[in-house]
């Protein structure tokens, strides 16, 4: 049987999860480690293949739109038709 | 490609410093050579934006159109909510993304065949160059083959050679056997034709010798006398011949 922290995150129960998340390296050669795990995993299935599609970069692009739209979303809440600096700030 | 300085191995990423590769390098003893291929095509994704997983893990509970509900519903309730705000903003991706659409449902296939030929040109030339080095190898190891058969005939070689130099020696021995008869029976020649002229020289001198002699000897008395006995023999043979006619 294999230790909790060391099983993938589909085989954790539910309750493992916070003992889990305690026993996951979170050094900072950890943090770039798992970076480049994740980078590996989507390298080598979407981008590095004989015959890749447009999904390999279009799903890049649409998390890219979508992060900065999370990051952006305080200041558009704000540019209410009604709002005062609206002509402002269009 | 992008290189990467790693200081930790976790079990899949065993490279320092180097591309990395799924199908991992160098990790164990044995060698993984020939390299395994690429894969053929890249993950399944539908529309260009959502992987194909994301349906399959839907499917046994809500069936094919599970996801397109759930996308509906959440465009729906971020539209309502205002989570998603509609400004000018949103025109401005709206345009872009059908130009964007557009431009690939056009152009796409066209140029992944390009892309599909610029592949083909370098694998025919990297099975150009190994073609080619195979050819050379078995070429080389035929030459090597016959080498090898040649050196078998060595033997022969020496017979023959061995041949020569005998015949070599048997002719100039029988040259050398004819020079020296010729020799010594020239001197023997030369010892018979001396003794020849000897025996001649005495014989002549001899002879001579004795003519002069005999003619000194013949005095004028005798002289007379023989030539008158001569005149008186020829008379009496007149004599005969012309009683008998």
Redesign the interface.
């Known amino acids: 049987p294999v230790p909790v922290a060391d099983k993938r995150l589909m085989d954790v129960k539910l309750g493992e999860l916070g003992s889990w998340l305690g026993g996951r390296d979170f050094t900072p050669?950890?943090i770039?480690?798992a970076v480049?795990?994740g980078?590996?995993r989507y390298?080598?299935?979407?981008?590095?293949?004989?015959?890749?599609?447009?999904?390999?970069i279009?799903?890049l692009l649409?998390g890219y739109v979508a992060i900065s739209?999370l990051w952006e979303?305080d200041h558009?809440?704000k540019?209410t038709y009604y709002s005062s600096m609206f002509c402002l700030c269009? | 490609?992008?290189l990467?300085l790693?200081?930790?191995s976790?079990q899949?990423?065993a490279m320092h410093g180097l591309v990395?590769?799924?199908r991992s390098l160098h990790t164990s003893s044995q060698s993984l050579a020939p390299v395994p291929?690429?894969?053929?095509?890249?993950?399944?994704?539908r529309h260009?934006?959502i992987?194909e997983e994301f349906f399959q893990l839907l499917y046994p509970k809500t069936g094919v159109t599970g996801p397109y509900m759930l996308g509906t519903g959440l465009l729906v309730y971020m539209l309502s909510k205002?989570?998603?705000?509609i400004?000018?903003e949103t025109f401005v991706a709206a345009s872009i993304a059908t130009v964007v659409i557009y431009g690939?449902k056009k152009f796409?296939p066209s140029v992944?065949a390009f892309a599909?030929k610029l592949?083909e040109e370098k694998v025919a030339k990297a099975q150009e160059v190994k073609d080619l080095a195979m050819t050379s190898l078995t070429q080389g190891i035929e030459n090597e083959k016959k080498e090898q058969w040649r050196v078998d005939g060595r033997s022969m070689l020496f017979d023959a050679k061995r041949n020569n130099v005998a015949m070599l020696l048997e002719t100039n021995y029988r040259e050398r056997l004819h020079m020296v008869t010729n020799e010594v029976k020239r001197r023997l020649d030369y010892q018979i034709a001396l003794q020849d002229l000897h025996r001649r020289m005495e014989q002549e001198h001899m002879v001579n010798w004795v003519e002069k002699s005999v003619v000194s000897s013949i005095t004028p008395q005798q002289e007379k006398e023989s030539i008158a006995k001569c005149i008186a023999d020829l008379k009496a043979l007149a004599k005969t011949t012309q009683a008998r006619a």
Not at chain 1, 43 to 51: A, E, P, S, T, W
Request: glycine share 14%; no cysteine; net charge positive.
């Open positions: 050669n950890g770039i480690a480049r795990r980078h590996d390298y080598n299935k979407y981008i590095n293949v004989k015959r890749g599609g447009i999904g390999g279009t799903m649409v739209y979303y558009i809440s540019k269009l | 490609m992008f990467y790693s200081s930790h976790h899949t990423d990395q590769a799924s291929p690429l894969p053929e095509k890249g993950g399944q994704v260009g934006l992987p205002e989570i998603y705000v400004n000018h690939i796409g992944a599909d592949n």
